[in-house]
Structures are given as C-alpha cells and as structure tokens.
C-alpha cells in the first residue's frame, strides 16, 4: 500500500515536497491502514476494531519486506514488530484451539446451538487451513482469514 502524498509543506517557494499520510496499525490484522480512509474500510466491513496510531517512523520501519524468517506481528501492547514467521503460526493456531474447544464440549455434550455449531465447523476450517500454510514463503504467506 502506497502512503507516500505529494504534500505543499513548503509553501515560500512553492515547492512540492513528500509527506507521509497518518496510517493506524492493527495487531488483530498485522496491518497498516490509511487514517483517511477509515470510513471506507467501515463501510466494506474491512476495519479492525484494534487500530492504534502509528508514526512516521515506526511505519518506515515496518511497511517493508521482513528480513528473512520474519514476519510483521504485533508487541504486547499492538505496535508492529517483526516476528519469527513459525512463531506468527503457532499463535494463530493456539487461538483457534481455544476456540475450538468449549465449542467442541458443547457438542460432545449435546448441548450445542446450531450457531456454537456452526461457528464450531468455520474454526475448525481455519486450523486446517492454517496448518497448510507455508511458512518458509516469508514474506508472501497468505494466511486465512480467522472466523468472525
């Protein structure tokens, strides 16, 4: 995604120089998101509710290729940082465990609705999905899409 903006910032002599949008970061997603276009990702369904603000520099440093074996995660705190991409997998698959699992008990104990059930079916879809990714395709893994 292009966030460079032909800006006027310098305006005595007219001078077109390059300033940088404000972007968000979404730890849920791993990814950057233009401020302007907020109420457009709202209105595709596309807006993660974890954005936090970024600056310049912490964009700079993580809108690029991972250097090998790594891929964009998030600290503790939502900010981007670069993780080991096997890493990135195990924990995507621990929340699908754990989502899985009270959805699995009420199931074996006949006490499922049909939506724990369904939602039972997309997130055991997703582990399997999930397990089938190849991490060593750093930086172009295309992960799924986890259950809503």
Sequence with gaps: MVSWLAGTKNVLDGSRVLTMEKMKFSAKTAGFYLASMIDSYKKVGSLPDDLIDIDDKTYAKYCRNPPRGKTRGADSQGYPIW???PF???RRMDEATRA???LQDAVD???ATDAEKAALLAWKKYRVLLN???ITQVPDIDWPEAPA
């Design 109 to 111: 104990l006949d006490m």
């Design 83 to 85: 993780i080991d991409a």
């Design 132 to 134: 089938r990714v190849d």
């Design 100 to 102: 899985i699992a009270p």
């Design 88 to 90: 990135m997998k195990q």
